[in-house]
């Protein structure tokens, strides 16, 4: 593992690659090598959360037909107001994807472009 940082921020010891059990799943980490605390990248967190189901906006990839299809979560759906028969663009980041949501009763009202 990439070592993130050089010295704990409690003891200023040094730091080596270690494993943390936590819930039952092994996480990679760092750890003091005096006072044994333990620091985790935000990936390996992130990953906690998934295999334990606490993380809210977290969904599953699946496939339906020949598409991979994920769920979005109810809560953003309600929050973007978005209904069926709205769009959703996406957008290749660096990081992932930006969905962008259109909604179905605004694209009339927009200016036309001339191609
Ligand atoms: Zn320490």
Redesign the pocket.
């Known amino acids: 593992m990439k070592k993130f940082i050089e010295k704990?921020y409690?003891?200023n010891?040094g730091v080596k690659a270690a494993r943390s059990v936590k819930e039952s799943i092994s996480l990679d980490c760092l750890k003091?090598i005096?006072?044994g605390?333990e620091y985790f990248t935000s990936s390996e967190l992130v990953r906690f959360d998934i295999l334990k189901g606490t993380r809210r906006l977290v969904r599953k990839f699946g496939v339906l037909g020949s598409s991979t299809i994920a769920r979005i979560p109810n809560s953003i759906v309600e929050e973007l107001n978005i209904k069926p028969g709205d769009y959703g663009v996406f957008e290749k980041r660096p990081d992932g994807i930006l969905i962008r949501p259109y909604h179905a009763g605004d694209l009339g009202k927009q200016p036309r472009t001339r191609m």
């Open positions: 704990c409690k003891c010891a003091c005096k006072c605390e």
